[in-house]
DNA sequence: CAGTGGTCTAGACCACATA
DNA sequence: ATGTGGTCTAGACCACTGT
């Protein structure tokens, strides 16, 4: 007897919970608009609450929803444009509208930046914490980090380790003639310091931006900024970002 | 009597267990190599089956390890520098080095591609698919839309759907003056076609890549692009892309 | 076939926010 | 105090890959 093969590939359970949810989300709810518990969606699915969160995280993933412990789960606005790629020839510190200095000390930089900076690991060099926030919202956490070499005028202890000091390497860093600039983009998950500065949890993914910046044929500095990767997209370049930037 | 605070912010078992196994990995295995399977390191560990795939999941999401059915967890090598952002002035096909065209037909843009390409969501246009290679290893999938007017020289069914048209359609596109580009990053999951060409399960995390095509002060093309985001960090510009691309 | 990671269940308790 | 999402358990079965 000819068996025509039924469900010859059987879609995970969570799977299709996400393109049902991900479709009621598009008809039947509103920006901002709570969502029925855990525990009653599941109970309405017929499944297991680790099978509907797993669609949830999903969609959460994917900047669809928003989930807060002791809160609930709301609809998330569509992912704000970043721009991040712009203005290729700018220091950091010169387009402060949307970035706030936040504190600076010295320390090691991790191995993976002393490479890119090319320095004895065990170097330490000038750490710049900043924020960026964007209508409101923490969109990332930066950690600057430039070597004593790179702003050689800097009195050491001008200024205790803090925003006076941030502001003085950003100034110093500032008076050299900017040469180039790279930068790549990466999936990570947040680390517990930057977590709590992006009002979000550890581990939550986000999107890790390094950028290197070239100085006297060096690298004089190197930036590695964390992005909310749920309410971001990060823009890159062109003329007229009108469109994309939405 | 003075209770100091032990433990007043107990860390997760997963996330504690990730650091764990995050130093293992450094100090004591290579690249490629075997782990234990997830039985055996959850008894290892003391915790459920679920606890340490969670711990393994952020890993993976990391890019530190590579996880594949039927055959079992190992290191991963370091990501992959993959130029994205580079070679500003280009025409998608310009550089066939590193893609691959699959084949083209005719459809329906999503509603959001025929929003930036400013035309009718009804409207049918090219779509271009392509694959991009890097050291044998698949890293992106890309759909390349293109409206009927921006290659109005293209007589309509000079070719079959597939391969051949696929050329046509990106021969005709050069033939147009690239007047700028712009590009956005953002995380998202891989839908079950573009998963099957990355070798991955369906719902991985991608990093999706839309670039913008301008001529003749519109938008002539729009590419989304889906890059692995285990195996690969974007890089974007500069002159000199050396170290970040190692 | 045996062994691996992937999915799913039905419960329990915890941390957090809010009223 | 209540209700939310976050963590964790101990099992079960499935899909896939190799031999």
């Excluded at 721009?83 to 993976?112: F, I, L, N």
Aim: aromatic content about 4%; hydrophobic content about 40%.
């Amino acid at each position: 007897m000819g068996t025509t093969q039924l469900e010859s590939v059987p879609e995970p359970k969570y799977w299709h919970l996400k393109t049902v949810l991900s479709d009621a989300l598009d008809s039947e709810f509103a920006v901002g608009e709570i969502l029925p518990n855990e525990r009653e969606l599941a109970a309405r699915f017929g499944v297991a609450r680790a099978t509907l969160r797993q669609a949830l995280e999903q969609l959460e993933l994917e900047g669809r929803l928003q989930r807060r412990r002791g809160v609930g789960t709301t609809v998330a606005p569509p992912r704000m444009g970043v721009a991040v790629g712009d203005s290729e020839h700018t220091w950091p510190g010169t387009t402060a509208d949307t970035w706030q200095t936040v504190d600076a000390d010295e320390a090691c930089a991790p191995a993976a930046v002393a490479r890119l900076l090319d320095i004895d690991p065990e170097q330490s060099v000038h750490i710049v914490r900043r924020t960026r926030k964007t209508r409101g919202q923490p969109v990332a956490a930066e950690l600057l980090y430039v070597p004593a070499a790179s702003v050689p005028d800097l009195a050491a202890i001008d200024a205790p380790a803090g925003p006076a000091r941030a502001r003085a390497v950003l100034r110093e860093l500032q008076r050299l003639r900017l040469e180039g600039r790279d930068q790549a983009v990466e999936l990570g998950s947040a680390r517990a310091d930057d977590a709590k500065q992006l009002d979000r949890l550890p581990g939550s993914p986000v999107l890790l931006v390094t950028t290197r910046y070239c100085a006297q044929g060096r690298t004089a500095a190197v930036s590695v900024a964390t992005y909310r990767a749920d309410t971001c997209r990060l823009t890159f370049g062109g003329t007229d970002m009108q469109l994309l930037a939405g």
